[in-house]
């Protein structure tokens, strides 16, 4: 909350967003910072082209070459197709750990069914290397 009588003659507080957020909805709750409880405010979106490269692969000339709403529209799409890529490696690395200590379990259960304790023992602390 502004309590700021010249920022909110001056038409309340504005905020400059320098970076590239991971999501909409972290850029959406960004913005909700310009204007609180229905006092005026603004704000910017300043990138550098070098972040749009490196960080979503848009091609360097492409930012000053297409209108700023065009622009927007391949930022948006790269940063989404950017946040699908990353929670599916997420997805798949989980599924591989799981993965394996699903077969460690069933190897330790084996064990236990042919009545080998002490292999049962090394599958079950492979599983869980919390437990000593």
């Known amino acids: 909350m502004c309590l700021d009588k010249r920022v909110l003659e001056a038409g309340g507080v504005h905020v400059i967003q320098t970076f590239v ?7 959406v709750q960004i913005q909700g910072r310009t204007a609180r409880q229905g006092k005026d405010g603004t704000y910017s979106l300043v990138l550098s082209e070098a972040d749009l490269v490196i960080q979503l692969g848009i091609q360097a000339g492409q930012a000053v070459s297409c209108s700023p709403e065009e622009l927007y529209r391949i930022i948006d799409e790269a940063r989404a197709d950017k946040w699908t890529a990353e929670c599916k490696q997420l997805e798949e690395d989980v599924m591989k750990e799981v993965n394996a200590k699903d ?7 084996d064990a236990l069914l042919s009545g080998n304790a002490p292999s049962a023992m090394r599958k079950f602390k492979e599983a869980n290397p919390e437990y000593k």
Request: glycine share 0%; charged share 20%; proline share 0%.
């Open 21 to 27: 957020s991971q999501n909409k909805a972290e850029e």
């Open 103 to 109: 077969a460690l379990a069933h190897q330790c259960f």
